[in-house]
């Protein structure tokens, strides 16, 4: 694996007239090495280089931390969830269906009423 130094010394080569060809088998890579290498580098410097390595380096760190805040997430919804449900099975009431609080709020409208529905239809356009 060559450093982005030798990578972007291989790239002015070729940029200063050698040819593609003579470029690869100086430095032992295929052609198709070399225009990949040209695309991800071509135009950079060195410290160019440098830190679009530092950046996706830290871009997978914060892919990485995202992840596990999404599955700690999940997580934390699928024991609420069941926990919700044991509620309901030891006849607790609370949010569950049929239990003693299951009517909305005072002016809160109830689901299946229809009336969200009537003043959005009733909504000026």
Not at 16 to 45: F, I, N, Q
Not at 85 to 114: D, L, M, Q, T, W
């Amino acid at each position: 694996m060559f450093s982005e130094e030798q990578i972007i010394a291989m790239l002015k080569e070729q940029e200063a007239g050698m040819p593609t060809a003579d470029v690869c088998r100086k430095h032992g890579v295929s052609s198709a090495t070399l225009y990949k290498y040209k695309a991800k580098y071509g135009g950079l410097e060195v410290s160019d280089a440098r830190r679009l390595r530092t950046l996706e380096e830290e871009n997978g760190k914060l892919k990485k931390l995202l992840a596990e805040a999404m599955l700690d997430n999940a997580i934390l919804k699928d024991v609420a969830a069941k926990n919700g449900s044991a509620r309901c099975e030891a006849g607790g009431g609370g949010a569950c269906r049929g239990g003693p609080r299951s009517e909305p709020a005072p002016g809160v409208p109830g689901p299946g009423c229809g009336s969200v529905e009537r003043a959005l239809s009733q909504r000026p356009p």
